[in-house]
T-cell receptor
Framework: SQELEQSPQSLIVQEGKNLTINCTSS?????LYWYKQKYGEGLIFLMM?????EEKSHEKITAKLDEKKQQSSLHITASQPSHAGIYLC????????????FGTGTRLQVTL | DADVTQTPRNRITKTGKRIMLECSQT?????MYWYRQDPGLGLRLIYY???????NKGEISDGYSVSRQAQAKFSLSLESAIPNQTALYFC?????????????FGPGTRLTVL
């Protein structure tokens, strides 16, 4: 079965700083999804990557999928308190776009 | 109104009780899912349904059952609740449009089994 490892597990950054979260898969990724979760609430879809080398941006958040399609990174530029939450990556490892495997999440705190 | 709703949002119950969590969606999606989230374990799939007549077990289906009453409704039941079923439960929906199966999540139900 596919496993996803996220790093770091938690992160505290000062407002205005940049940060990167990584998601590494044990198998080739057919699709990689990034979600954000506010504490104790539902998951909000951020973006999805399919092709090796693909990069997408949404506001100040950029995600990339490496060429070998086994690792993705999420980069936040000039962090704000609104970026605080838990970031989860989810992977489609079967190519059927049916079931997702999720990482354990990265907890981000943004201090003033 | 939210596209994916879950009821109740919070529930406290006792060991041995049968409990049902409900999920409704207005997105018109065929696919629906139930996950549980535990600290340090991420999200784990309990059951999923690709249409009203198609129900499949996920990785942790023991102790749970589901019912897909209509395209828009998918319920999760705990037959006899036990304390280790205390968790945050999420319903999700998706629609395989253009080969991309993005899942959209409800707000979650926090279940505590005493």
């Amino acid at each position: 079965s596919q496993e996803l490892e996220q790093s770091p597990q938690s992160l505290i950054v000062q407002e205005g700083k940049n940060l990167t979260i990584n998601c590494t898969s044990s198998k080739t990724l057919y699709g990689l999804y990034w979600y954000k979760q506010k504490y104790g609430e539902g998951l909000i879809f951020l973006m999805m990557l399919q092709k090796g080398g693909e990069e997408k941006s949404h506001e100040k958040i950029t995600a990339k999928l490496d060429e070998k399609k086994q690792q993705s990174s999420l980069h936040i530029t000039a962090s704000q308190p609104s970026h605080a939450g838990i970031y989860l990556c989810g992977a489609d490892g079967t190519g059927t776009a049916s079931k997702l495997t999720f990482g354990t999440g990265t907890r981000l705190q943004v201090t003033l | 109104d939210a596209d994916v709703t879950q009821t109740p949002r919070n529930r406290i119950t006792k060991t041995g009780k049968r409990i049902m969590l409900e999920c409704s969606q207005t997105k018109g999606h065929d696919r629906m899912y139930w996950y549980r989230q535990d600290p340090g374990l991420g999200l784990r799939l309990i059951y999923y349904s690709f249409d009203v007549k198609d129900i499949n077990k996920g990785e942790i289906s023991d102790g749970y059952s589901v019912s897909r009453q209509a395209q828009a409704k998918f319920s999760l039941s705990l037959e006899s609740a036990i304390p280790n079923q205390t968790a945050l439960y999420f319903c999700a929906t998706s629609d395989l449009a253009g080969g991309v199966d993005t899942q959209y999540f409800g707000p979650g139900t926090r279940l505590t089994v005493l």
